[in-house]
């Protein structure tokens, strides 16, 4: 049995997360074996595990056999996860995406410290969606609170957790992109920036922000150059201290909010501009393609507000609706979680530049296209945005797709539709070689059309394709 | 003015001695004033904290009469 390290799980020395035979191990040292023999008597990991927000995980015995080649390479112990359907980063969240994470954290950091316990870190890498649901995934997280230890994770959750949501609430600015270009998170000091006049007295930013901010301009300013690093130990904090702060901390994430806004994709099942009986031919056209590919995963890839992953989610096992419109994912997002109907995983992308392979090495986190394989991908509506709006060739699209290796419906939108005259409008260069013609002779350089449905009087065309055996 | 929580404003006047900004350098660790952060900000929260424990424990000794009970200490009110 050949077991692959996982790149993005060689952070904690304690243990590496490895993939053998389609499982997920994690081989670990004899501390972190010992807290989770002991973990496992805990009310906080029963009661987590009953609602489902940490990863089903056990012990396997040291001659089982995916366990003994990790025993071999001097791990004390292996313990086994439940496999993640399909994995997200946080830079591809939304904002409630990234709120209930957070408040996943801390509602586990506070049953775990009333049990003498705590989470040593809080990066919300520990934690992924099951569909639109929170789990956390780091078990060995869950660690023995030392007497007197104070809140060992708080500054990495303000970096990775609490900024990104205030800039967003407070500021109106994104966070995705700023995460996905500092995977450690945004410092007190850079987010201090983003304040100025009256937005610094907005709730938590002067305590949070602020004075953590000034306190490390502080020790930069006196222990530069060869000045000795002073030592800060401020000797054993009180449980009341320590508990407070996770209370307020908890108090101020769920006080976070955002407006959704009618942004270009949020109204789509209000807005679109098909009339009635197309839309109806497109539903079922898609609802069909989903059925016969027998796909269990599927793409909806510019899915809007999720109109045609809800039909794929009645055949598929997952879906993942992804969107450039965080309004439109949001509001996905919300309408899934906790419908008990949620198999749709929404996920916000500009998809002309999806999340590379990035971090340590080029491989810590991996790119959207290469952590995730789809059985049926749909993409529908959106070549012309592609090819019009960012200068993507349609040969160099549908290269990509087929790259996917999986089933295809594609809707063409030809140059007479309304929406490709829009595009068209104010730009000079005219994209003569967007039409139909050229779509198709790409489209069956790499795939078999096996049905086809005309929409809007000929303006658009919907195609049904399977990959061409190279 | 945005609503200013209990820290918020015990934290005013901390802030006053550090105003300058530096760049950053290779061997300071800012982190590490993460301790000290922690002590502040959850010695002024226990405060609150305090206050919010014994203020439901005397809304709920008067709510009892009514058949209510309401014990939320944490402000958890919604669960992700």
């Not at chain 1, 501390?31 to 009953?50: I, K, S, V």
């Not at chain 1, 090495?361 to 394989?373: I, K, P, S, T």
């Not at chain 1, 198709?440 to 086809?452: M, P």
């Amino acid at each position: 049995m050949n077991a692959i390290g996982v790149a993005g799980s060689f952070r904690d020395p304690a243990g590496r997360v490895y993939e053998a035979e389609g499982r997920i191990l994690r081989g670990v040292d004899a501390q972190a074996a010992a807290n989770f023999d002991l973990l496992q008597q805990t009310n906080t990991y029963r009661a987590a595990r009953e609602r489902g927000t940490v990863v089903a995980s056990k012990r396997l015995g040291a001659d089982h056999p995916v366990a003994r080649p990790l025993i071999d390479a001097g791990w004390a112990a292996v313990i086994e996860h439940d496999r993640v359907p399909l994995i997200s980063y946080p830079y591809e969240w939304s904002f409630s995406m990234l709120k209930d994470a957070a408040l996943l954290q801390l509602d586990l950091l506070d049953t775990a410290f009333d049990e003498g316990w705590t989470l040593k870190d809080s990066t919300p890498f520990n934690i992924q969606f099951v569909d639109a649901k929170p789990i956390f995934i780091d078990i060995p997280s869950f660690v023995p609170r030392g007497a007197g230890e104070p809140w060992l994770g708080y500054r990495q959750f303000c970096m990775l957790y609490l900024f990104p949501l205030m800039l967003t609430a407070y500021r109106g600015i994104p966070f995705q992109g700023i995460l996905r270009a500092n995977l450690d998170g945004i410092t007190p000091i850079e987010m201090a920036r983003y304040f100025s006049g009256w937005s610094r007295f907005k709730k938590g930013v002067l305590s949070h922000v602020l004075f953590p901010a000034a306190m490390e301009k502080r020790v930069e300013a006196t222990e530069k150059d060869r000045a000795p690093a002073k030592r800060r130990a401020v000797g054993r904090q009180k449980d009341i201290l320590v508990k407070s702060l996770i209370a307020s901390m908890r108090r101020l994430v769920a006080s976070l909010d955002i407006d959704i806004k009618h942004t270009a994709w949020s109204e789509y099942s209000k807005t679109h501009s098909y009339e009635e009986d197309d839309f109806r031919v497109k539903k079922e056209f898609v609802r069909q393609a989903a059925e016969a590919a027998k796909a269990e995963i599927v793409w909806d890839i510019g899915s809007n507000t999720g109109e045609f992953s809800k039909i794929c989610a009645q055949s598929a096992k997952h879906v993942i609706a992804v969107d450039g419109d965080h309004d439109a994912v949001d509001i996905l997002y919300r309408e899934m979680r906790g419908t008990g109907n949620d198999c749709i995983l929404p996920l916000i992308m500009n998809l002309a530049n999806i999340s590379p392979n990035h971090g340590w090495a080029g491989v810590e986190r991996l790119a959207f296209d290469q952590r995730n394989r789809p059985d049926l991908v749909i993409a529908l509506a959106l070549i012309h945005h592609m090819a019009l709006s960012a200068n993507i060739p349609i040969f160099l699209f549908i290269e990509w797709l087929a790259s996917l290796e999986a089933e295809l419906v594609i809707e063409f939108v030809d140059r007479d539709d309304e929406m490709v005259q829009k595009l068209l409008t104010n730009k000079k260069e005219q994209y003569q070689g967007y039409n139909k013609a050229t779509f198709i002779a790409e489209l069956e350089k790499h795939f078999s059309i096996v049905a086809r449905a005309e929409l809007k009087g000929g303006t658009r065309e919907l195609f049904q394709c399977v990959r061409r055996t190279p | 003015m945005n609503k200013l929580n209990k820290c918020d404003a015990a934290i005013i006047g901390v802030l006053v001695y550090a105003a300058s900004v530096q760049p950053a350098y290779a061997y300071v660790d800012p982190g590490s004033v993460s301790l000290v952060v922690t002590a502040i900000l959850g010695g002024i929260a226990s405060v609150g904290y305090t206050i919010r424990l014994y203020w439901s424990k005397v809304r709920d000794f008067f709510s009892r009469s009514r058949g209510s009970h309401h014990d939320d200490t944490t402000g958890r009110g919604h669960q992700p």
